[in-house]
């Protein structure tokens, strides 16, 4: 990689905003996706049928917003949502729940 690239790579990089809004709603058969936040990127939409293609379409909505030419979209940072919306759209396992707790006995309450 040329240092005119990487010059290129990393002005085109300061242009992503560290977070994105989306909306995503989850049909029978696909998920729809619209970036409503910042301004710039309102009025974009994705489609995709599953979770994986969904964040690899918010991806792209947002370098084709940006303007991001296919030459450099490799080496652009990826927008990744949160674990709790996979696990919400049941596409990502929830840990068995585990605490360790103390049970007490509240002797005003006990019926002899």
């Keep these: 990689m040329s240092k005119k690239d ?55 909505c947002a370098q084709t917003v940006l303007e991001i030419s296919k030459k450099y979209s490799s080496e652009m940072p990826q927008y990744m949502p949160p674990i709790s919306l996979a696990q919400s759209l049941n596409e990502f396992p929830k840990p068995n729940f585990k605490e360790a707790v103390r049970f007490s006995i509240d002797f005003r309450n006990v019926c002899v």
């Design 6 to 60: 990487t010059e290129k790579i990393l002005q085109l990089r300061k242009k992503f905003p560290k977070e994105i809004g989306v909306l995503v709603c989850k049909t029978e058969n696909c998920y729809t996706a619209e970036i409503v936040g910042p301004k710039s990127f309102k009025g974009a939409f994705s489609q995709a049928n599953n979770f994986s293609e969904l964040i690899a379409m918010v991806n792209d």
